[in-house]
């Protein structure tokens, strides 16, 4: 961490951190700040701005904030660009609150009681490490994209839903603080995968409460969100993510990893099959086919690379399009 210039004013210790990453968001930042500045809290905290080198006036604006708030507020300034997951995690372990709130640089908050709230639930419980909420999809301009997610039931979950799928947001969560200080190597590697495997880590010791309200906006932004690259990225991401997750998880949950993995492959399978890239389509069907145990999704894989190799053998016999580049 020797690149980092640490802007460092608050007094004592805060209840709750606010972990802040930004890479030219300078148009988009102080919608973020006003957002966290906006909170309703009899309790103090923190605002952990960490800058990874931008090129425009992000860290203009960050210091212009710091100023106004300097008992609130920090600035973690770079020499150099050190990507998502190094400024992520280092952004992390300057937080000094018993409980770390996650907002990226261009999503913000809606509900000025989201802190009191989720720190009131953390507090009430040990046993829960995070509590995450709904959050709405939107475009930068504020236009909503999606309303809240309603894919996963409200409650309370363990470590085997947060493996099978990664359903908190990171402008929507609360965590106890100190977890993300033991995540390994690899953790680094992972392209836009940052968030992801603290989840699981935090949930190998806690569970995860999900609530039923949206109280922040997670703002698509193109080229810059992970949602916003597409699902066969996702997918391909999320496979990645099997890979190294099952180093770390006690050996009952593997068979479940390789399952899962497994629906990954037949999604990314049928993806390449519309985009008429039948060769990388078959060599993904047949990993989706082999990477779960044998009788495991053996209906839907079996599916796919029926289907995979028959596109396959038309496109071949007839022709019937361009020829694809390997994948």
């Keep these: ?42 309790f103090p905290i923190e605002i952990v701005i960490g800058d990874d080198c931008s ?11 710091r100023e106004r708030h300097p008992e609130v507020i920090r600035v973690l300034e770079r020499g150099k660009n050190a990507g998502i997951q190094r400024n992520t995690y280092e952004n992390l372990e300057q937080c000094r609150g018993k409980y770390i709130a996650w907002l990226d640089a261009d999503d913000y908050w809606t509900d000025p009681d989201k802190l009191a709230i989720q720190a009131a639930i953390l507090e009430s419980d040990p046993s829960i490490n995070v509590c995450c909420h709904r959050v709405r999809y939107v475009t930068w301009t504020g236009e909503v994209v999606k309303q809240a997610d309603p894919t996963l039931a409200a409650g309370r979950y363990g470590l085997e839903q947060i493996v099978r799928q990664n359903f908190v947001r990171t402008p929507s ?9 033991r995540l390994p190597e690899w953790y680094f590697e992972l392209e836009s ?19 039923d309200v949206p109280m922040a906006d997670y703002v698509v ?41 497994g629906k990954r492959y037949e999604v990314i399978a049928y993806l390449l099959r519309k985009q008429r890239a039948f060769p ?27 289907a995979s190799l028959v596109r396959e053998a038309e496109w071949r016999l007839f022709n019937s399009g361009p020829r694809q580049e390997p994948l």
Aim: proline share 6%; glycine share 6%.
């Design 1 to 42: 961490m020797e690149s980092l210039v640490k802007t460092v004013a608050p007094r004592g210790v805060p209840l709750v951190s606010v972990s802040i990453t930004a890479y030219n968001r300078a148009t988009l930042l102080p919608r973020a700040l006003e957002s966290v500045l906006a909170q309703r809290t009899a």
């Design 55 to 65: 090129e425009d006036d992000t860290l203009r604006v960050a210091h212009a904030y």
């Design 173 to 181: 969560v609360m965590f106890r603080n100190g977890i993300p200080r």
């Design 193 to 211: 995968l940052s968030d992801w495997p603290i989840w699981v880590f935090l949930a190998l010791s806690g569970d995860l409460v999900l609530l």
């Design 221 to 261: 932004t193109p080229g810059g969100s992970f949602e916003s690259k597409g699902e066969e990225f996702q997918r391909w991401m999320d496979v990645e993510f099997y890979e190294r997750i099952a180093t770390v998880l006690p050996g009952k949950f593997h068979r479940m990893v390789r399952a899962e993995k």
């Design 280 to 306: 990388a389509s078959r060599r993904a069907a047949l990993k989706a086919f082999f990477s779960p145990f044998p009788m495991d999704n053996l209906g839907s894989k079996s599916k796919a690379l029926v």
